[in-house]
């Protein structure tokens, strides 16, 4: 289902400053804004996003059989895929957990990948080190770049047909500079772009935007 997201300035600002409207439909937009939630009398400005009650941590972190589902599983499996996972964590504890072959560790452990690569036709990987832990540059790209470095090793030499990589919005540098994240994602893509060049992998790059979802 689509739901409506609440107010937020971003969307009022990006079409103001577009050039479609007329200037009348923009006076009228502003004058919707400033009878909104998003103007602050007491600031005599606007707010990015509105003051809204939230839920507490106990509220945001208790997570049910269907929130702890990872959707991409649960349509494979629904399409009758037998699935496999690879993670950081010891095991699923949602109800994937009874429905798939997990692995457990390190994104840059060869043997493992190797294993986990055997008899695959399509790898998804999504596996990264968050652009919100910038603090540890050096763990970053060792993620984001050699993981994906020793992930497309294994599919190559696993014989998997295709990799479909979530990379990221911040990897596109035609509107402005790079982040340390961005930067990774980038390289990450080339690398598995190369080997398509190549013919020795197929390759679908995806870059999302902010994901919006349970307990954002």
């Not at 289902?1 to 990006?14: H, I, N, R, T």
């Not at 809204?52 to 494979?76: Q, S, W, Y």
């Not at 790209?141 to 919005?169: P, Y």
């Amino acid at each position: 289902s689509v739901d409506p997201l609440y107010p937020m300035l971003e969307g009022q600002v990006a079409l103001l400053s577009c050039g479609l409207l007329t200037p009348a439909e923009s006076v009228r937009l502003l004058q919707a804004l400033y009878a909104s939630r998003l103007y602050c009398p007491r600031r005599h400005s606007f707010l990015l996003y509105p003051d809204r009650p939230l839920p507490g941590f106990f509220a945001r972190n208790r997570l049910d059989a269907e929130a702890l589902a990872l959707p991409l599983v649960r349509r494979l499996l629904a399409l009758g895929c037998e699935v496999r996972t690879l993670s950081r964590r010891v095991a699923l504890v949602g109800p994937d957990a009874q429905e798939t072959q997990h692995f457990q560790g390190d994104l840059r452990d060869e043997a493992l990948l190797a294993r986990a690569c055997e008899g695959v036709d399509t790898v998804f990987h999504l596996a990264a080190y968050a652009h919100v832990n910038q603090h540890d540059l050096e763990q970053m790209r060792a993620t984001n770049v050699e993981g994906t470095r020793a992930l497309l090793t294994a599919a190559q030499q696993s014989g998997v047909r295709r990799i479909v990589f979530f990379s990221s919005v911040h990897a596109d540098d035609t509107q402005k500079a790079l982040t340390a994240y961005g930067s990774a994602k980038r390289e990450a893509e080339e690398l598995l772009l190369a080997a398509a060049r190549e013919g020795k992998i197929e390759v679908c790059c995806l870059r999302p935007a902010n994901v919006y979802g349970l307990g954002m």
